[in-house]
């Protein structure tokens, strides 16, 4: 049986199954499905709790005597195994047997790293999946990730706006560790509720020595040496490449619709105030504007997706590498070379 991890604390709440099968390369997500088999065990007398980490000189009679130890007080045994990412031959062969001796008072549960393919169709992997439960522990997947991170907020007592779930998921994408222990952190401050993406940026940037703020104001400006020096204290800040790009994708949709707005010649002011742009960017916009042809947007643009798909794939040194080309882009109208790990 396969259950997402979504689904698993109810799940649980109808019975134990004899094994659990909990893989993936998500962190937070394994552990808190680790978690909630222990909590529930507890609850119906796993008293008893064995954890081995399966590597070389790992005594396996510990395990095997812990799978046949029944106590004086006929205690129920949890026995957890941390597999590595490859399971040989003779491991495979002592997971089935200790297969063999899971009993309605010992439940085992195997964790590691994302199976593939060929280790999900491997026997000894079968056939505790026939008995047991399968708990996929991966990055939700770009589409579902809004409703992970909608999901969160909600476990925290918290409500969001529709951006503000967009800005976190851009902000933390491939962290949902960091994602939840911002969230959680900001029950801490009683934030004032849907909460704004405002609030989480000023929350979230609030001691850095810089801001995404200070670098969109600085790329405006031109002053592309600058912002490199920005960039980089960003990142030495901890500062998430997916917050930086969530910023800048929300300048360049301003840009661009001005920059159209321009060259079918109607009046920015109108435009200004539909967009509750500040009168005191209005003028960083312009010399942009005046700085940047349409071209070099729809360039920038292209750079976007690429970084976009750097972070869907978790690729964070590629990631920063992208934003750097971005923000020399805005130094003025002259074709970027792209990054060749972007181009291939």
């Keep these: 049986m396969r259950i997402y991890p979504e689904q698993f604390a109810d799940h649980l709440k109808v019975g134990l199954r004899p094994c659990y099968l909990v893989f993936g390369e998500e962190p937070l997500l394994k552990q808190e499905a680790i978690d909630s088999i222990r909590l529930q065990s507890r609850k119906l007398g796993f008293d008893e709790r064995h954890s081995f980490v399966v590597e070389p000189g790992l005594d396996w009679n510990q395990i095997y005597d812990a799978c046949q130890a029944m106590s004086l007080f006929s205690a129920r045994q949890l026995i957890e195994l941390e597999l590595p990412p490859k399971v040989d031959k003779d491991l495979a062969a002592r997971i089935s047997e200790i297969g063999k001796q899971l009993h309605p008072d010992l439940l085992l549960v195997l964790s590691g790293t994302r199976l593939n393919q060929t280790q999900m169709k491997a026997a000894w992997f079968d056939k505790l999946y026939q008995i047991g439960t399968y708990v996929p522990v991966n990055h939700p997947e770009p589409r579902f990730?809004?409703?992970?991170?909608?999901?969160?907020?909600?476990?925290?007592?918290?409500?969001?706006?529709?951006?503000?779930?967009?800005?976190?998921?851009?902000?933390?994408?491939?962290?949902?560790?960091?994602?939840?222990?911002?969230?959680?952190?900001?029950?801490?401050?009683?934030?004032?509720?849907?909460?704004?993406?405002?609030?989480?940026?000023?929350?979230?940037?609030?001691?850095?020595?810089?801001?995404?703020?200070?670098?969109?104001?600085?790329?405006?400006?031109?002053?592309?040496?600058?912002?490199?020096?920005?960039?980089?204290?960003?990142?030495?800040?901890?500062?998430?490449p997916g917050m930086l790009a969530w910023t800048l994708t929300r300048e360049l949709e301003q840009l661009t619709e001005l920059s159209l707005a321009m060259r079918s010649g109607h009046p920015l002011g109108e435009h200004f105030s539909r967009l509750r742009i500040w009168q005191s960017r209005q003028q960083l916009i312009q010399q942009a504007l005046t700085r940047l042809p349409f071209a070099k947007l729809q360039q920038l643009w292209q750079l976007m997706g690429q970084l976009d798909d750097a972070l869907r794939h978790f690729e964070t040194q590629r990631a920063w590498l992208l934003l750097q080309t971005l923000a020399l882009g805005f130094r003025d109208g002259t074709p970027l070379p792209l990054p060749e790990a972007a181009a291939c």
């Design 145 to 240: 990730f809004p409703r992970w991170m909608a999901a969160r907020f909600q476990k925290f007592g918290l409500k969001a706006l529709p951006d503000a779930i967009n800005f976190m998921c851009h902000a933390y994408e491939g962290n949902l560790l960091a994602a939840s222990q911002e969230i959680e952190k900001l029950t801490l401050l009683d934030p004032p509720l849907p909460i704004s993406v405002p609030y989480l940026q000023e929350t979230i940037i609030r001691h850095a020595h810089f801001t995404p703020f200070q670098l969109i104001d600085t790329l405006l400006e031109g002053k592309v040496n600058r912002a490199q020096r920005i960039l980089q204290a960003l990142r030495a800040e901890g500062t998430e």
